[in-house]
C-alpha cells in the first residue's frame, strides 16, 4: 500500500511539474524570440551548474565558473548571429575563449591530474552548452523567428518521453540495455516511439514550417536521441553511483535528467534541417 501512495504521488508531481514547466517553455518560445532567448539561456546555465556539481562529486577539480561562463558566451553567441545582429564572423571567438582554460590551470597548485580536469571542462561545454547553442540555428531556420520547429521538437520529445515512462511502467518486460538502465525497456521506447509519431502527425498537420516527411524524419532523430541521451546520463549517473542529476524538478530530477535527449538530438537536428534542403529537387 505505502508503495502504491508513493508511486501515485510521484506521479502526480510529475505531472504537475511536467505541465508547469511546458507551459512557461511553451509561452517563452510562441511570445517572442527574447523570452525564448531567456528561458533557454536559463535552462543551459542550471544544466551546466548541474553537469560540474556532478563531476565534482566524483573528484574532477573543474574550472565551474569558467566552464559555465563559456557555455553562456556561446549560447549568446549563436542567438545574436542568427538573429543577425552580429556578424558570423564572432563564432571565432569561441576557439580563444576555451583555450583559456589551459592558461587557469597554470596557477592550480597540487592538482594530481590536472589535464583529466580540463578535459571535463571541456565537456560541460560541449556536451551541454554547444546542443543549446545549436537549437538557436533550428529556431532561425527559415532566416527569421519561427517558433514552430522548437515548440514542435520539445512536443514530440516529450510525447516520447511520456509514452515511454507510461508503457515502460504498464507493460515493460524486455530490458533495453541493462546493463546501464535496468528500468529501460523495450515495451517503453516503443510506446515512446508510438505516441511520439501520434504527436509529429498532428504537429505536421498545423505546423507548415516543414514539409511532412522532414517532421517524421526529425521525430525519428528525436526517439533515438532520447533513448541514447537517458542511457548516456544514465553512464554518468552510473559512474558517480546517483540516482537523479538533482531535485530542482521536483518528479522529473534535475535539468539534466528532463533534457538529456535533447542534448544528443539538437546537433542531429540542425545537421538534417542544414542539409535536407540539398536533397530537394
Same mark, same amino acid.
Given at each position: 500500500?505505502?508503495?502504491?501512495?508513493?508511486?501515485?504521488?510521484?506521479?502526480?508531481?510529475?505531472?504537475?511539474?511536467?505541465?508547469?514547466?511546458?507551459?512557461?517553455?511553451?509561452? /517563452?518560445?510562441?511570445?517572442?524570440?527574447?523570452?525564448?532567448?531567456?528561458?533557454?539561456?536559463?535552462?543551459?546555465?542550471?544544466?551546466?551548474?548541474?553537469? *560540474?556539481?556532478?563531476?565534482?562529486?566524483?573528484?574532477?577539480?573543474?574550472?565551474?565558473?569558467?566552464?559555465?561562463?563559456? !557555455?553562456?558566451?556561446?549560447? /549568446?553567441?549563436?542567438?545574436?548571429?542568427?538573429?543577425?545582429?552580429?556578424?558570423?564572423?564572432? *563564432?571565432?571567438?569561441?576557439?580563444?575563449?576555451?583555450?583559456?582554460?589551459?592558461?587557469?590551470?597554470?596557477?592550480?597548485?597540487?592538482?594530481?591530474?590536472?589535464?583529466?580536469?580540463?578535459?571535463?571542462?571541456?565537456?560541460?561545454?560541449? *556536451?551541454?552548452?554547444?546542443?543549446?547553442?545549436?537549437?538557436?540555428?533550428?529556431?532561425?531556420?527559415?532566416?527569421? *523567428?519561427?517558433?514552430?520547429?522548437?515548440?514542435? /521538437?520539445?512536443?514530440?520529445?516529450?510525447?516520447?518521453?511520456?509514452?515511454?515512462?507510461?508503457?515502460?511502467?504498464?507493460?515493460?518486460?524486455?530490458?533495453?540495455?541493462?546493463?546501464?538502465?535496468?528500468?529501460?525497456?523495450?515495451? !517503453?521506447?516503443?510506446?515512446?516511439? &508510438?505516441?511520439?509519431?501520434?504527436?509529429?502527425?498532428?504537429? &505536421?498537420?498545423?505546423?507548415?514550417?516543414?514539409?511532412?516527411?522532414?517532421?517524421?524524419?526529425?521525430?525519428?532523430?528525436?526517439?533515438?536521441?532520447?533513448?541514447?541521451?537517458?542511457?548516456?546520463?544514465?553512464?554518468?549517473?552510473?559512474?558517480?553511483?546517483?540516482?537523479?542529476?538533482?531535485?530542482?524538478?521536483?518528479?522529473?530530477?534535475?535539468?539534466?535528467?528532463?533534457?538529456?535527449?535533447?542534448?544528443?538530438?539538437?546537433?542531429?537536428?540542425?545537421?538534417?534541417?542544414?542539409?535536407?534542403?540539398?536533397?530537394?529537387?
Amino acid at each position: 500500500m505505502t508503495s502504491s501512495i508513493r508511486s501515485y504521488s510521484n506521479i502526480v508531481q510529475r505531472l504537475i511539474t511536467g505541465l508547469a514547466g511546458a507551459a512557461v517553455i511553451m509561452g /517563452c518560445i510562441v511570445y517572442n524570440p527574447w523570452t525564448y532567448f531567456a528561458v533557454f539561456l536559463f535552462i543551459t546555465i542550471m544544466t551546466m551548474v548541474e553537469f *560540474y556539481r556532478l563531476a565534482g562529486m566524483d573528484g574532477m577539480l573543474v574550472q565551474k565558473t569558467f566552464g559555465t561562463l563559456s !557555455g553562456i558566451i556561446i549560447f /549568446c553567441l549563436s542567438f545574436l548571429i542568427e538573429q543577425e545582429h552580429i556578424s558570423a564572423r564572432y *563564432y571565432f571567438l569561441i576557439f580563444p575563449l576555451v583555450s583559456c582554460v589551459y592558461m587557469i590551470k597554470l596557477y592550480k597548485k597540487f592538482e594530481r591530474k590536472p589535464f583529466t580536469n580540463i578535459a571535463f571542462t571541456f565537456l560541460g561545454i560541449f *556536451y551541454v552548452a554547444v546542443p543549446f547553442a545549436l537549437l538557436n540555428i533550428a529556431a532561425f531556420e527559415n532566416g527569421f *523567428y519561427n517558433y514552430e520547429i522548437m515548440v514542435g /521538437c520539445l512536443i514530440i520529445l516529450w510525447a516520447s518521453d511520456t509514452g515511454a515512462y507510461f508503457a515502460g511502467t504498464r507493460f515493460g518486460k524486455r530490458k533495453l540495455f541493462e546493463r546501464i538502465s535496468p528500468k529501460k525497456s523495450w515495451e !517503453g521506447a516503443v510506446g515512446g516511439a &508510438a505516441l511520439a509519431f501520434v504527436f509529429t502527425g498532428i504537429i &505536421a498537420h498545423y505546423f507548415h514550417s516543414l514539409p511532412l516527411w522532414q517532421w517524421f524524419v526529425i521525430a525519428i532523430i528525436i526517439i533515438v536521441g532520447g533513448i541514447f541521451g537517458d542511457l548516456v546520463e544514465s553512464l554518468l549517473k552510473r559512474s558517480i553511483e546517483i540516482k537523479d542529476s538533482g531535485d530542482t524538478l521536483p518528479g522529473h530530477g534535475g535539468f539534466l535528467d528532463r533534457f538529456d535527449g535533447l542534448l544528443i538530438a539538437a546537433p542531429f537536428i540542425v545537421a538534417f534541417l542544414e542539409i535536407a534542403p540539398l536533397w530537394q529537387p
